[in-house]
């Protein structure tokens, strides 16, 4: 059974930072990429950042420069740095699992390619 738990969500101002966690367990393929994916309010779901676990690393146009997304296999956690927060970052952040480990870039930045879904973390930029 594979579960993700997010964490690190909370409130900050406009130009701030915060980095989300989520922990991947009982994942028993090594080949694998996690995405990170936001909603906010009235908007359609949309993916943020993808990792392999090779290590190869996407970012959505809106987040990058501003974003990083890294791991750490021996704690099986995925983090999402995301710095000079604005107001339209304000969403529910999921952390979400896929297997598609040769996808090209553009299906990994897609939410309809994640099959494993953690429950989410609100961030709020005010």
């Known amino acids: 059974h594979v579960q993700l738990v997010e964490s690190g969500g909370g409130s900050v101002q406009a130009g701030g930072s915060l980095t989300l966690s989520c922990v991947v367990s009982a994942y028993t393929y090594s080949k694998r990429c996690v995405g990170w994916l936001r909603q906010a309010p009235g908007k359609e779901r949309e993916a943020v950042a993808s990792?392999?676990?090779?290590?190869?690393?996407y970012y959505a146009d809106s987040v990058e420069g501003r974003t990083t997304i890294s791991q750490d296999s021996a704690k099986n956690t995925v983090y999402l740095q995301m710095d000079n927060l604005k107001p339209e970052d304000t969403a529910m952040y999921y952390c979400a699992a896929t297997q598609l480990f040769r996808a090209e870039p553009r299906i990994l930045l897609r939410p309809s390619a994640y099959t494993h879904w953690g429950q989410g973390t609100q961030v709020t930029v005010s």
């Open positions: 990792i392999r676990s090779g290590g190869g690393r």
